[in-house]
């Protein structure tokens, strides 16, 4: 199975991931993992990225697309894998293709998790923090007791900046504008499987990814 990962900033594509490998052995790639890897073991890829990341600019898709490369290339990818966080554009998903190709390594499918706006706007602005144990809630789904206080150690709960409206909205928005056209491109590809994230337990929506994906 080689597969890409789609969908929207909270809609639980990373934990349907890890229960995707725990079924079957894979490697989850991650290009925002990569990025790191390669910068920390300071290879010819990581330190051209490193030169623009110092520069506060965007690492270019031909680096990005060099260490996917480098990364499928290795023993464990022979048997499969999931691409997350990579492709994020149409642009991207073509380069990937052209890539992958060369390989003989073509995706199987794109699994989009689909979940609708206003629940994605709900998990993400509800999260809150605690401050002392790092332990998660969520006012809408998983309420503390007390509110304001964690069940766990009773420290405070905090929203982080990132979970709030304003930034939700705009990373939503990125989504829709740059990520969410490659729905269409995998569909024309007749490779494109659809699955409801948004009702139903995280077991119950793996059901639902299994039968999509046929495993």
């Known amino acids: ?8 900033p909270g ?3 990373g934990t349907q991931a890890k229960k ?3 079924k079957n052995p894979i490697p989850q790639i991650s290009t925002g993992d990569l990025l790191r890897a390669a910068v920390a073991a300071g290879t010819a890829l990581g ?20 260490m996917v490369e480098e990364r499928l290339k290795q023993d464990d990818c022979k048997k499969g894998y999931i691409l997350d966080g990579f492709p994020r554009n149409t642009k991207q998903a073509e380069a990937l293709d052209n890539m992958l190709g060369s390989l003989n390594m073509s995706l199987t499918a794109a699994l989009s998790v689909d ?10 602005t509800g999260r809150r923090t605690c401050k002392s144990c790092g332990q998660m809630f969520n006012i809408y789904s998983n309420a503390p007791k007390k509110d304001g206080a ?11 900046d990132d979970d709030r409206e304003e930034t939700i909205k705009k990373r939503l928005e990125v989504y829709n504008a740059q990520t969410a056209p490659l729905i269409d491109y995998y569909g024309k590809k007749n490779i494109l499987k ?7 337990s995280i077991d119950e929506i793996f059901v639902k990814v299994c039968n999509a994906l046929g495993i």
């Open 1 to 8: 199975m080689r597969l890409v990962l789609l969908g929207a």
């Open 150 to 160: 964690c069940d766990k150690c009773g420290g405070e709960l905090f929203q982080r």
């Open 11 to 13: 809609a639980g594509k």
């Open 194 to 200: 659809s699955v409801d994230g948004g009702t139903g």
């Open 115 to 124: 979940v609708q706006f206003d629940l994605l706007m709900k998990r993400l």
């Open 20 to 22: 995707i490998i725990e």
């Open 47 to 66: 330190k051209e990225a490193k030169s623009y990341m110092d520069k506060g600019e965007l690492v270019p898709d031909s680096v990005v697309l060099g």
